[in-house]
């Protein structure tokens, strides 16, 4: 957690306005990639803390394609990088807020900030996860999430989310620290929605864990 509250890049003052264009922007990206099978719980690359991004250049543009490509094929709304494989600090999402506004974008090296306690309001909405298909349960987070970090060319960037949002930029950024939402679950939680995974048949390409 306190690697989560570094802070790698210069401020910035002004939130990113990520809701617009977004039918034309998440289909580019998606046009130019790649899905990709999405990794599962058990897969080591699940459990460990990323590699920071510090090449922005066309490996990087290809990889998000291929993110934004895999979402869309998985039907998520956030993706990130060590989900199909990647081990790197780089997430994408296409998620609505509880106003059904749409945001679409990318973030490198996310840090989120630690918002005073009176900014915020605990959400104990359920929770899903493309690494954990086919099970949810309940999680509390806070109803609001800022997150720092850098767009796809290295520009220092910052992003606010609300509601459903919200738990979005907090779940995704805990994956590139290797937490998934089962690891915020008590053991008994934890156990149910294992089960409810082994019941279940996913509806996208996984990677079988050997």
Known sequence: MAQQQETRSEPVDEFVDDTQDCEEREQAHRSRGTARPITVVGNPVLHRECQEVTEFGDDLATLI???????????????AANQIGVDLKVFVYDCPDDDGVRHVGVVCNPVLDELPAGERVLDDSNEGCLSVPT???????????????????????????????????????????????????????????????????PRYETVPND
Do not use: N, W
């Open 65 to 79: 394609d291929d993110m934004f490509a895999s979402q869309r094929a998985a039907e998520g709304v956030g993706l």
């Open 135 to 201: 099970a949810y349960a309940s999680l509390p987070r806070p109803d609001v999430a800022v997150v720092r970090g850098q767009d796809a060319e290295g520009k220092p960037i910052a992003v606010r989310g609300t509601g459903y949002f919200a738990r979005c930029l907090q779940h995704e950024t805990d994956h590139l620290y290797g937490y998934l939402y089962l690891d915020r679950l008590s053991k008994r939680e934890r156990k149910d929605a294992l089960k409810q995974m082994a019941e279940g048949t």
